[in-house]
């Protein structure tokens, strides 16, 4: 890279090849992400800023960003942050990189609670506080408690939630499932468990097998693992007429709604954007 001008132009030009050879499915988009990143600056910037030389410091960090990119380190990990339902979050090694097919989720979860004046919420397995938050933003009246086991996903989660300005109603709770919230009832239980099965974790993009916390996948033998234990646990902690919304992989639906039927109603399940069923519901048990 050092016997020519390397100009935003070039260096796109470049980067893009590079990762399209790489067999990266966005090239073009990733590079503009990175060098973004590098110089400081919003992606449309680099429109006005073609014919600029930037400053060899920040080429050198482009190239090592871009060095690790080849060898399979997620772009939103390079820069720190991920998009969600509109919202940006900060993301790190400790939580998994949020999916837009788990806005699927949110918006279910959105569509129970608008009824309800000043609902309570649990989400199972916060890591990046994604869905809390999200859910907290569009319900100004919602409360949450958001658990997870890992104490640096909640530091994570943590600084989200001040991020969007919702701290004040979501409490990050550090340990086991329901552990953390003993005797306590909620009108809503939402979670996207890990759930992908042992056996499926060679076929996993390197990305993802190699850099995101294998904990926030790893579903156990069969990936059901997580729905077992709250499908049995589940219905001790809703509130009369709570409900359950959980994401699922795309050959789960029958699975899941097989594990909630033990000791919940079933509800209806929802597919995602590319027609894949991507969340399951159940609800309270009259009476229960």
Request: charged share 25%; aromatic share 8%.
């Amino acid at each position: 890279m050092a016997s020519e001008t390397w100009t935003v132009r070039r260096l796109l030009e470049w980067t893009e090849d590079f990762l399209r050879k790489k067999g990266f499915e966005s090239p073009r988009l990733e590079a503009q992400i990175l060098l973004a990143h590098a110089l400081g600056c919003k992606k449309i910037d680099l429109y006005v800023r073609h014919d600029e030389e930037p400053a060899e410091d920040k080429r050198a960090a482009f190239r090592e960003m871009i060095k690790k990119r080849s060898e399979g380190m997620p772009v939103a990990y390079l820069v720190g942050h991920r998009e969600f339902y509109s919202l940006e979050f900060a993301v790190s090694p400790a939580v998994l990189i949020p999916r837009p097919e788990t806005e699927t989720l949110v918006m279910e979860a959105l569509r129970r609670l608008k009824p309800l004046a000043a609902p309570r919420v649990l989400d199972i397995g916060t890591g990046s506080g994604v869905i809390a938050v999200a859910i907290a933003k569009q319900h100004q009246a919602a409360r949450i408690a958001a658990v997870d086991v890992s104490a640096a996903a909640l530091t994570v989660a943590a600084s989200n939630a001040q991020r969007h300005g919702v701290a004040d109603r979501v409490t990050f709770l550090e340990g086991d499932l329901f552990g953390p919230v003993a005797g306590q009832a909620f009108d809503l239980i939402v979670s996207n468990p890990p759930y992908i099965a042992d056996a499926e974790f060679a076929s996993l993009d390197v990305g993802v097998r190699e850099f995101e916390p294998r904990a926030a996948l790893a579903g156990g033998p069969d990936g059901l693992d997580f729905y077992r234990r709250i499908a049995a646990d589940a219905a001790s902690f809703l509130s009369p007429g709570g409900t359950v919304v959980v994401e699922i992989g795309a050959t789960q639906e029958a699975a899941v709604r097989e594990l909630f039927a033990a000791r919940l109603e079933p509800g209806p399940s929802f597919k995602d954007a590319a027609g894949r069923p991507r969340v399951a519901t159940a609800n309270s048990r009259p009476g229960s």
